[in-house]
C-alpha cells in the first residue's frame, strides 16, 4: 500500500527558514514526478514546485522562486523542499504529490496519483 506523509512544518518568523519532508512508500519513484502544493486560508490550493523523475528538471511558481529549492532522492523514498527567506504570504498548509510522469513535470498539474495530508507553516511576528 502506498503512502505519503509530510513533515517538518511549525512556526517561523518573516525572514525565517523551514525544511519540509516528504517521505514516500510502496512505489518505485523512478517512474514519478514529485510535486508541492499549498492552500492558504479562504485561497485555492496553488503548485508551489516540482521536480521531474530523473531530478533533472525542476519548477517553481512565480513568488518563491530563489527562495525555495525542491529535491529528491529516490532511493531513500524522500523529497524535500527548503524554504528560505520566508514571508507571512507563505502561511498555508503544503501537500506533497506524487504522479507518474515520464519527463518533467508541469506546476499545473493536480491530478497526483497519492497525497499526502499536509503539514502546516505559518509565518509570523
Known amino acids: 500500500q502506498s503512502h505519503v506523509a509530510e513533515s517538518g512544518g511549525g512556526l517561523v518568523q518573516p525572514g525565517g527558514s523551514l525544511r519540509l519532508s516528504c517521505a514516500i512508500t510502496g512505489l518505485n519513484l523512478d517512474y514519478y514526478a514529485i510535486h508541492w502544493f499549498r492552500q492558504a486560508p479562504g485561497k485555492d490550493r496553488e503548485g508551489v514546485s516540482c521536480i521531474s523523475r530523473s531530478g533533472s528538471s525542476t519548477n517553481y511558481v512565480d513568488s518563491v522562486y530563489g527562495r525555495f529549492t525542491i529535491s529528491r532522492d529516490s532511493a531513500k523514498g524522500m523529497a524535500a523542499l527548503q524554504m528560505n527567506g520566508l514571508k507571512p504570504e507563505d502561511t498555508a498548509v503544503y501537500y506533497c504529490?506524487?504522479?507518474?510522469?515520464?519527463?518533467?513535470?508541469?506546476?499545473?498539474?493536480?491530478?497526483?496519483?497519492?497525497w499526502g495530508k499536509g503539514t502546516l507553516v505559518t509565518v509570523s511576528s
Open positions: 504529490g506524487v504522479k507518474q510522469k515520464l519527463q518533467g513535470c508541469r506546476l499545473n498539474d493536480d491530478d497526483m496519483t497519492y
